[in-house]
């Protein structure tokens, strides 16, 4: 039957929780264990989502958790936010004096308030800075005005997954950090990349209400669905001559201000999410500059990172690495109830030697070593051309502090990694459904469209069910077939030994809009 939950031992599914907003009545919502995750009057909806599911399944066994930074993320940070079975409500950003502990360049930001490209955090020897304590911005003043979210997250072997709520000012925050080699990046991520982000968002709102647009042109600064960095293309021209009247004359002004301050924030908010993910790097390596001789292992670890976040009716993504995040929407001119007319759209890149565009730019980085790509891994090492971490394929100090089979020989020209990210834009409509939010374990077993329709079909039938945590039956069903077994068996190998058949995997699912479509598709776990 399909949807039947078959994994019955809670060791399986590590990560199970959902979520689903109120009704434009106000109807409360139940987490997976019945309890209630939001009560109160009626809310308006100011979001264009409805309900999230997420789930993680484990293949690779790991360590519980982990020690870096004296202990504080493992023992301090990650257990106040983990929630790994349902929403909770916390502060919305109940640790910024952690990140002063943490933190080796946050305080520079502060004096650094304009949103330019952050240093090139590839630099073999980028320095850190002193920490210092520092003073947090309000956040009664940011955009996001929550002072409370609700919060959910966990791991699952090396995978770690968080998503972060406030229905009530319309924004969702989802996170993906697929860790490899160990998961201490990951963690360091889940411990302290939300954080940080929120926190030039608040220095982001900042400088908007400082800065108001002016000219006498509206530029485009980006499109929706594609990538930071193209060209400003120049839209419309404010010309009195072409107006009737000094009215409307004035309001296409306010139009054109209007327009340019819209793309201007969102160019923003993608910026925000770039150099927060570059202070991350640094200050992780910095910790790893400080543990590696305790700790060699710590300079191959890395994490791949995936970010969504959703404000408003315009969805922002963030990349690095193979985890993808696909939209499923609906061609406008045709039946919008017929199976067949829903579209995978894939968000993000897919950062590995097999994309062409990233093996040609690995190769053209690279021009006085002839052999940057070795079996189909940077130098040997990684398929992914960028991730977060791995020391030792950016910096030769942290390859020189690891031996044998481990160290990579001929680091010419280093950093062979990236970590700039993929960033995009897309302006949700009435015509997007869902989108599908998964680490590269999900589409090793399944490709964009047979997701999209896997999970289409399941939330048709069991509108109040979990479709995250249905396509992870699903792949198992899948991944025992492949390897001769019966899912039974599949699921009684222990972790380590079955990343032979499937590696950690971690899906989210949200489901999009207010209108008949997503009315039944509810997902309260």
């Known amino acids: 039957m ?95 004096p952690r990140l002063d502990i943490l933190s080796s360049s946050l305080q520079s930001s502060i004096s650094n308030l304009s949103c330019s490209s952050p240093s090139p955090v590839d630099s073999p020897e980028t320095d850190s800075f002193l920490l210092k304590p520092m003073s947090a911005p309000s956040r009664t003043d940011s955009f996001l005005n929550a002072m409370e979210v609700q919060m959910a997250g966990g791991a699952a072997g090396e995978d770690r997954v968080q998503a972060v709520c406030s229905e009530e000012n ?30 030039y968002f608040t220095l982001l709102d900042r400088e908007s209400k400082q800065n108001v647009p002016t000219g006498n042109g509206c530029f485009e600064y980006f499109h929706d669905d594609s990538l930071v960095g193209n060209k400003a293309k120049p839209t419309s021209r404010i010309d009195g001559k072409n107006y009737a009247s000094a009215e409307s004359l004035m309001k296409k002004t306010a139009d054109c201000k209007m327009e340019v301050s819209s793309d201007s924030f969102r160019h923003g908010v993608l910026d925000s999410l770039q150099r927060a993910l570059s202070q991350a790097e640094n200050d992780f390596l910095y910790m790893v500059e400080q543990e590696m001789e305790d700790r060699p292992d710590l300079v191959s670890i890395g994490s791949c990172v995936l970010v969504v976040f959703l404000h408003g009716n315009v969805m922002y993504t963030l990349n690095l690495g193979d985890s993808r995040a696909v939209l499923a929407t609906y061609d406008d001119a045709n039946d919008m109830g017929r199976t067949e007319k829903l579209k995978a759209i894939q968000l993000t890149d897919i950062h590995t030697v097999d994309n062409e565009v990233e093996r040609t730019r690995l190769l053209h980085e690279h021009p006085d070593d002839s052999m940057p790509v070795v079996a189909g891994k940077v130098k040997g090492k990684l398929k992914v051309t960028r991730a977060f971490g791995v020391g030792y394929l950016k910096k030769k100090k942290m ?63 069991n509108p109040y069910g979990d479709p995250a945590k249905f396509l992870l039956e699903q ?51």
Not at 439 to 452: K, Q, R, W
């Open 399 to 461: 390859n020189d502090a690891v031996m044998g089979i481990i160290q990579v020989h001929n680091l010419i020209s280093p950093p062979y990694i990236s970590t700039e990210p993929s960033l995009n834009v897309h302006t949700i409509s009435r015509s997007d459904h869902f989108v599908i939010i998964g680490s590269d374990g999900l589409f090793d077993f399944f490709s964009n469209d047979e997701a999209v329709k896997l999970v289409l079909s399941y939330i048709s039938s």
């Open 2 to 96: 399909q949807g039947e939950n078959f994994i019955n031992s809670e060791r399986e599914i590590k990560v199970s929780f959902g979520y689903q907003c109120n009704s434009p009545r106000g109807i409360p919502c139940s987490a997976a264990n019945g309890r209630e995750i939001w009560s109160g009057s009626e809310m308006p909806r100011t979001g264009s989502f409805s309900c999230l599911s997420g789930a993680a399944l484990s293949a690779n066994a790991t360590l519980a958790n982990t020690n870096i930074c004296n202990g504080v993320i493992g023992g301090e940070i990650l257990p106040s936010l983990d929630s790994p079975k349902s929403f909770r409500r916390v502060p919305s950003s109940p640790s910024l």
């Open 475 to 525: 792949l198992v069903i899948k991944a025992a077939h492949s390897a001769g077994f019966s899912k039974e068996e599949l699921m009684n190998i222990p972790a380590g030994r079955r990343r032979k058949y499937h590696d950690d995997v971690t899906v989210m699912v949200i489901i999009l809009g207010t209108n008949h479509r997503t009315s039944k598709a509810s997902t309260c776990v």
């Open 170 to 199: 319309g924004w969702l925050f989802c996170a993906i950090y697929d860790g490899f080699n160990g998961r201490d990046a990951a963690d360091f991520l889940a411990g302290t990349l939300y954080e940080t982000i929120i926190f």
